[in-house]
């Protein structure tokens, strides 16, 4: 059975739940629906135990982390709060907005966070994508300030290149690197898990259900949200040969009679005491079956059979693979 206590953010992170809860799918306005949906959701985490919270300033944008915040107003004690800045790609209020690593918006950029989640401090600050045109010592070392002045207790990253989480590291410790890791996406474990092992940094597989494949819940092609109508990994072409994987997962949890998503949760918490996923949801039950991943074993033959499966997904994770894995500038200095 997997272990259901505490796992460590890195040797230097706080210790916070084996799985969390990714707030993405928080997207819309912050209407009444979306602020219960959000209060549901953190009561459901937090009744599960289940208290690691994972945000962005882009996700809504910015509605994701007011619902977060005003979901865990009078119990922000009890969480564990991870939020991100510098991918301003898809903001709806500004299309031309680019990724920024600058230290100037890193001071700016988490004033509005700490505004918006109405706290005074956030547990992790990632930064979203390495921003291709600002050495990272710069970026890091304006993180490092804002843990100076009690801001920010801990710095992560997200989807960096090995050399860039390197460099980080040596101006200040990184607890932990987010990526996309699941049974449909194991393409880290070659090049960001090597170098964040040896350096004693936990990791946060994003996407662990694979935007819903791996629920068993995708079916046909309309039960696509709509903000992922545009994924390679959904798209007409890939779309059969990708529902045949997900039948896989659906078999092995049929075998086990829990949920394929706790399937595939669980293959992802046993890849190592390292590894916290954060899967999304807007739905308290969900929340709840998720956590019921930390009591499902999977047999040796079951775990193989699964790991097969990433080598012939069909379509690129990413509808924008360009900022994955990035490596940051050389500083001129
Ligand atoms: N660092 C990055 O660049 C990055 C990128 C992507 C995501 N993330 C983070 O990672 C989190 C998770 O990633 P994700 O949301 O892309 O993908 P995911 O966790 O793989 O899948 C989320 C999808 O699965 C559905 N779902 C969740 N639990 C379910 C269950 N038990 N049964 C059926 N359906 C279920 C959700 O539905 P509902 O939403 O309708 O409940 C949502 O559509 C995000 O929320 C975000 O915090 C980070």
Request: charged share 25%; hydrophobic share 40%.
């Amino acid at each position: 059975m997997t272990d259901t206590s505490k796992r460590k953010l890195g040797s230097t992170g706080p210790s916070v739940s084996p799985i969390g809860v990714g707030f993405m799918s928080f997207r819309t306005g912050a209407g009444p629906d979306d602020e219960k949906a959000a209060r549901d959701v953190v009561d459901a985490a937090l009744g599960s135990g289940i208290s690691f919270f994972d945000t962005a300033d882009v996700y809504g944008p910015e509605h994701s982390e007011i619902l977060l915040g005003r979901a865990l107003k009078g119990r922000r004690d009890e969480a564990t709060i991870a939020t991100k800045f510098g991918n301003a790609l898809d903001r709806g209020t500004n299309p031309n907005a680019r990724i920024n690593g600058s230290p100037e918006y890193v001071r700016a950029a988490i004033d509005a966070s700490l505004r918006r989640l109405d706290v005074d401090h956030v547990d992790l600050y990632y930064l979203h994508r390495v921003d291709p045109t600002v050495p990272i010592e710069d970026t890091v070392g304006a993180l490092k300030e804002l843990v100076e002045a009690g801001k920010v207790r801990h710095i992560g990253l997200s989807e960096a290149g090995p050399k860039t989480i390197r460099r980080a590291h040596a101006v200040h410790p990184i607890a932990a690197v987010q990526s996309e890791w699941s049974l449909f996406s194991r393409d880290i474990e070659l090049s960001t898990v090597p170098v964040t092992r040896e350096l004693g940094i936990a990791i946060v597989p994003y996407s662990p259900l694979g935007r819903a494949w791996l629920t068993g819940a995708v079916r046909t092609r309309s039960d696509i949200k709509k903000q992922l109508a545009q994924h390679p990994r959904f798209a007409e072409e890939n779309f059969e040969t990708n529902r045949a994987l997900a039948d896989e997962v659906v078999a092995v949890a049929a075998e086990l009679e829990v949920r394929p998503s706790q399937v595939a949760l669980a293959w992802v918490l046993g890849r190592g005491d390292d590894v916290v996923p954060i899967p999304g949801t807007r739905h308290a039950e969900y929340v709840r079956e998720n956590a019921g991943a930390l009591t499902v074993e999977l047999s040796s033959d079951q775990a193989d059979r699964l790991g097969k499966l990433a080598d012939q997904v069909a379509g690129h994770r990413s509808v924008q693979p360009q900022n994955l894995g990035t490596e940051a500038p050389e500083s001129a200095k």
